[in-house]
């Protein structure tokens, strides 16, 4: 079944469990000194958070005077400027750019994964639809394929594949830890759709862990063939797709937000 767009003034995380939480997200220690995958799982938490602020600021809740009757919606510039500015914080833009970063991410394990995508069936239970998103399906990587500045996954777990190895199996146990942490969320469309999210970071991992387009099966010292073909599971399909969704809406806000800020606004340069 397909996921219920819901709108994205449901991520916005109340009182002390949104400062809980990312207390808790953010308890990996990162530093310049660090290795590359480690500052890469640094820049995919803060830009999770990053899409999250954005969302936030342009769904920001405005109460009524004197606290009663309804009260409004309306696009918070000047939150969105002391976040992503320097204004508030001289890493401002650098939290921006990790949300292209996460975008970019997903991007390039959407292109890795695409053959076998194009190779499965899809079933929504209605045959027209089916084709709808076959087609849109390669409607999309051809689009993706176009786009020139591919994140490289290449880079990151080399050298020692002892070391690789145990870099990869911190990576997933970090992402599943802070699936845990989001089941903290009081919201529960917050806590479904930032779990949803969350899968879908691990799911690009995931793809680009993996050796495709090569096969999966491994021949061994014996001659006998080792390990699995690799797949992908329903809901890994659905929470990549949907966490690719989010990150573009959130990109798409902050061209909003730059078209209604006024030029020369303090902090904005760097935007």
């Known amino acids: 079944r397909r996921m219920i767009p819901v709108p994205l003034f449901y991520w916005v995380f109340v009182s002390y469990c949104a400062l809980f939480i990312f207390v808790e997200v ?12 480690k500052r890469v799982f640094y820049r995919l938490i803060s830009g999770f958070h990053s899409a ?11 109460p009524p005077p004197g606290g009663f009757g309804p009260g409004s919606w309306f696009r918070n510039t000047e939150m969105f400027a002391g976040r992503f500015g320097t204004k508030w914080s001289w890493e401002g833009p650098q939290r921006l750019k990790n949300v292209y970063f996460v975008f970019l991410l997903e991007l390039r394990a959407l292109l890795k994964v695409g053959p076998y ?12 639809e089916d084709i709808e998103t076959r087609v ?15 994140f490289d996954e290449h880079e990151l777990f080399k050298g020692i594949e002892s070391h690789a ?33 969350i899968h879908g970071m691990g799911t690009a991992l995931k793809i680009l862990f993996s ?21 992908l599971t329903r809901n890994e399909v659905v929470s990549l797709f949907q966490s690719l969704g989010r990150y573009s809406s959130s990109i798409k806000e902050v061209g909003e937000f730059r078209k209604e800020m006024l030029k020369g606004h303090p902090g904005l340069d760097e935007l």
């Not at 995508?117 to 027209?128: D, I, P, V």
């Not at 849109?136 to 591919?150: G, N, S, V, Y």
């Open 165 to 197: 190895r145990e870099l990869r199996e911190e990576f997933r146990s970090h992402f599943l830890n802070i699936s845990r942490i989001m089941d903290c969320v009081g919201c529960d469309k917050c806590r479904l759709w930032g779990k949803v999210q």
């Open 52 to 62: 999250i602020t954005i969302s936030i600021a342009a769904y920001n809740y405005k």
């Open 211 to 231: 050796d495709l387009p090569h096969s999966h099966y491994r021949i061994g010292a014996d001659g006998t063939t080792q390990g699995a073909p690799f797949q």
């Open 117 to 128: 995508l194009q190779n499965e069936l899809f079933f929504t239970g209605n045959e027209k």
């Open 136 to 150: 849109a399906i390669d409607e999309l990587l051809d689009i993706i394929r176009q786009f020139p500045d591919q």
């Open 26 to 37: 953010y308890r990996v220690p990162v530093s310049s000194g660090l290795c590359l995958e």
